[in-house]
């Protein structure tokens, strides 16, 4: 099945600063990745997704790449603010295309 | 935009009881919705994948007798954790999709305690 790899684990930046988190998947069928920020107690929560028939998507701070040949995506958080400060997950579909499979998670921490 | 809903939002029951958490979609159909498991610091893990009117598919290593799946309607599928131990302690978080290739929504997620 699926396995998608997240990192690092933890990262820490200045306001300001840029935040980049990358992700690796191991089936090359899946066809769908979303970005979700959680906060503490709470529900993850869709900031960003991607196809494979995409390469790059942005939306004001937040952009997502996708290298298909190489089987990982990344996210690319500019201009951070404290409220950014979450655990985020990438994920990917597995073999039947519907289910997600999560990475570990990044916690990420934006000191002001 | 589509809103997933989950009920109750936290729970406390007794070893060996049971209890049910309700995901409802709220504005579209929900031809298929998942269930996963949250340990503290840890990521997502899927549990069942259920599409309205079928048997669920249950994730390796999930007991489908002590975690009951029903999907009887496009917006609601329940979750119900049989003879519930202190190990079933966790976070139950469901999502919804109208189908294979639509955006996948996340309830707000369910705190179970099991005493």
């Known amino acids: 099945g699926e396995n998608v790899e997240q990192h690092p684990s933890t990262l820490s930046v200045q306001e300001g600063d840029s935040a980049v988190i990358k992700c690796t998947y191991s089936?090359?069928?899946?066809?769908?990745f979303p970005w979700y920020k959680q906060e503490l107690g709470k529900g993850p929560q869709l900031i960003i997704d991607?196809?494979?028939?995409?390469g790059e998507k942005k939306d004001q701070r937040i952009a997502v790449t996708l290298n298909k040949t190489a089987k990982h995506f990344s996210l690319h958080i500019t201009e951070t603010q404290p409220e950014d400060s979450a655990v985020y997950f990438c994920?990917?579909?597995?073999?039947?295309?519907?289910?997600?499979?999560f990475g570990k998670g990044t916690t990420l921490s934006v000191s002001s | 935009g589509a809103v997933v809903s989950q009920h109750p939002s936290r729970v406390i029951c007794k070893s060996g009881t049971s209890v049910k958490i309700e995901c409802r979609s709220l504005?579209?159909?929900?031809?298929?919705m998942f269930w996963y498991r949250q340990f503290p610091k840890q990521s997502l893990m899927l549990m069942a994948t259920?599409?309205?009117?079928?048997?669920?598919?249950?994730e390796q290593g999930v007991e489908k007798d002590k975690f009951l799946i029903n999907h009887a309607s496009l917006t609601l599928s329940t979750l119900t954790v049989t003879s519930a131990h202190p190990e079933d302690s966790s976070f139950y978080i469901c999502?919804?999709?109208?189908?294979?290739?639509?955006?996948?929504?996340f309830g707000e997620g369910s705190w179970l305690t099991v005493v």
């Open positions: 504005d579209f159909q929900a031809t298929t």
């Open positions: 994920a990917a579909t597995n073999q039947a295309g519907t289910a997600l499979i």
């Open positions: 259920s599409n309205e009117g079928s048997k669920a598919t249950y």
């Open positions: 089936d090359s069928a899946s066809n769908y």
């Open positions: 999502s919804a999709s109208a189908g294979a290739g639509n955006t996948i929504y």
């Open positions: 991607i196809r494979s028939n995409v």
